[in-house]
Nanobody
């Protein structure tokens, strides 16, 4: 059974940092994309970042470029999202997700992804 478990959310002041983790069990991530999405109540889910395990390429939304960094620990089957210089508009529930289709390119919509974590709340506020 595929499971994705996020952790690392919390409340931080503007300009602060958080590191989110997504631990994957039930399958190995080789040849799959794994992405971070976020959602604010009343708004559509937004793609934030993505890591292609088959070629190591990454994707970032324009709103987070230069501030967020996605990485993978292959041995732990875990993906991280380092979030620096956080802004109040980064406040959202953050989800990690992966498709059941191999070699899916990053940057696609949320309906391309089949397996989702439960989400972790990130609040940026003074």
């Amino acid at each position: 059974q595929v499971q994705l478990v996020e952790s690392g959310g919390g409340k931080v002041q503007p300009g602060g940092s958080l590191r989110l983790s997504c631990a994957v069990s039930g399958f190995t991530l080789d040849y799959y994309a794994i992405a971070w999405f976020r959602q604010v109540p009343g708004k559509e889910r937004e793609g934030v970042s993505c890591f292609n395990t088959y070629d190591g390429s990454t994707y970032y939304a324009d709103s987070v470029k230069g501030r967020f960094t996605i990485s993978r620990d292959k041995a732990k089957n875990t993906v991280y999202l380092q979030m620096d210089s956080l802004k109040p508009e980064d406040t959202a529930v953050y989800y990690c997700a992966t498709p059941h289709v191999m070699l899916l390119p990053c940057g696609g919509p949320d309906y391309d992804y089949d397996y989702w974590g439960q989400g972790t709340q990130v609040t940026v506020s003074s």
